[in-house]
């Protein structure tokens, strides 16, 4: 009797709807409790970092709970911040935690004694499977309706030379196009251990490097030109809007590949990231509104209705606000995001290409202008008026120093917070139209590029001088580097 209803709970599991794309309210809140940094992907699978995965089984019996503990782990007796191969909670859901071969593909616990719990729960209907996946013949009965991707099945790249070659895990669409043969990014102590993403004008692909590319390593293709490329090196993730796209893609930068689309009502023309939160706040001035959505479920979680149009967005360094710039009347204005969302008028700008906000100070750069507009947010005046070099294209705010690269006379200003001077002005060499600022994940450097220089440049913030420079035959228009 005991086998007949272990198989038909068994049976139920595989017949089941697939769940919805989210984990109990609660059992959520005691995941980011315990995991502070984890991420709850749009299959709800759970992302602890760049390393750990959990993927959660569903139970033919949901228990209702009044508070969420955990009844069993593997190994025994461990909590949730040990990292457990296997977590059983007591309203019935598990966690089963992914591990990396040495080959690059994904598999589960080999434990076979595990509660019945384990095997009878099924994997998220939706989830995105990676190819490979290695499953114990005693739990295969987790998979449901899932088809496991062979490695026979990864898309092909082409590589320069004109062979075929296969790389898994893949996002979409991997294709080659007329960027291979271009870039350098060998032999460059600053980028030991990152990998670049690098889209150009007019094109759909990004190309992927490491420390160790002559050339690029293959292409991810998107499905249109992008505006902007945002990333969190937390979480790995990416964020892509379009020129007259409606969509917002998320991509795995792990697993390089496009995972969920956000779909907003009109399009959008900035985003920016509270990579704690995983949140990403998007402008749209057709719509009047800021959108909110989650990283990397992405769901829509509130669309903000704002004053004007805004256009660029800046988020405060304690992320309780937010800045963004009307773009028919270049007013500015602060956005609290405490649930109340008042709005205040702060002053007035003029074609200011990038926005800055620090503390109780909103720092406006004017590409037409040539200055740098200081605003206290707090009186809604303007504190001071610095003049630049011309044509500052881009600003990286960075140990209380702002850094505004100039991009006609090719140099790098450097604006200090508390002095509200410029304390110095580095000169660039003057070989094309420095553009792009990029700072390098957990370091005092930037990296300088731009529409037509044929190179990239480091700067070093610490010692405010250029230490390295690169050939680099790709116009970069979006740039993004990220740890391994």
């Known amino acids: 009797m005991k086998l007949k209803i272990l198989s038909i709970l068994a049976i139920l599991c595989l017949i089941l709807p697939a769940h919805a794309s989210k984990l109990p309210d609660n059992l959520w809140e005691y995941i980011q409790k315990e995991l502070p940094n984890s991420s709850q992907r749009f299959d709800s699978v759970i992302v602890v970092s760049k390393d750990v995965m959990y993927v959660p089984l569903y139970p033919a019996q949901k228990e209702e709970v009044d508070k969420i503990v955990i009844d069993y782990t593997y190994p025994q007796d461990k909590k949730l911040k040990n990292l ?5 909670f007591n309203n019935n859901f598990v966690l089963l935690k992914l591990f990396k071969d040495k080959d690059g593909f994904y598999g589960i616990t080999k434990n076979e004694n595990l509660p019945l719990k384990v095997k009878l729960g099924v994997m998220p209907q939706d989830m995105l499977v990676p190819p490979g996946l290695k499953i114990p013949e005693n739990l295969s009965l987790i998979l449901g309706d899932l088809v496991i991707p062979s490695v026979s099945d990864s898309t092909l790249i082409v590589d320069k030379d004109g062979q075929e070659t296969k790389i898994t895990p893949l996002a979409g669409q991997v294709l080659a196009n007329e960027l291979f043969n271009k870039g350098n990014f ?9 990998k670049i993403y690098v889209s150009s004008n007019g094109s759909k692909f990004i190309n992927v490097y490491d420390e160790k590319s002559s050339n690029p390593l293959y292409e991810l293709k998107l499905n249109a030109l992008p505006l902007k490329i945002v990333a969190s090196n937390i979480s790995k993730m990416a964020l892509t809007i379009y020129y007259n796209n409606l969509n917002v893609e998320v991509l795995d930068l792990q697993n390089e590949r496009i995972i969920t689309q956000i779909p907003l009502e009109k399009n ?26 989650e990283i990397p479920s992405g769901r829509l ?6 004053t004007g149009e ?24 602060t956005l609290e995001l405490n649930g109340e969302y008042i709005e205040k008028e702060i002053g007035k700008t003029k074609n200011a290409s990038s926005i800055l906000y620090n503390g109780d100070f909103i720092y406006a750069i004017s590409r037409t202008q040539n200055n ?14 610095i003049r630049l070099n011309t044509k500052p294209t881009d600003a990286i705010l960075l140990n209380e120093k702002i ?46 590029t ?3 220089t044929n190179q990239f440049l480091i700067l070093d913030c610490d010692k405010q001088k250029v230490t390295n420079k690169r050939d680099l035959e790709v116009q970069v228009s979006n740039l993004i580097i990220i740890d391994k």
């Open 84 to 88: 457990p191969e296997v977590i059983i």
């Open 186 to 194: 060998k032999s460059l102590e600053e980028l030991k251990g990152k």
């Open 268 to 293: 959008p023309k900035d985003i920016i990231l509270d990579d704690g939160k995983n949140i990403a706040y998007i402008s749209s001035p057709e719509a009047h509104a800021i959108y909110v959505a």
């Open 301 to 306: 979680l509130k669309s903000i209705q704002v």
């Open 310 to 333: 805004p256009s660029k967005i800046a988020l405060s360094n304690d992320k309780q606000k937010l800045a963004f710039i009307d773009r028919v009347t270049q007013k500015l204005y």
């Open 372 to 385: 740098l507009i200081v605003y206290n947010s707090l009186k809604s005046t303007v504190e001071h008026e």
């Open 403 to 448: 850094f505004v690269l100039c991009a006609q006379e090719g140099t790098v200003d450097i604006f200090n917070t508390k002095t509200n001077k410029v304390e110095e002005k580095i000169q660039l060499d003057k070989k094309g139209f420095y553009s792009n600022l990029t700072k390098i994940p957990n370091q005092n450097n930037l990296m300088i």
């Open 450 to 452: 731009g529409y037509n």
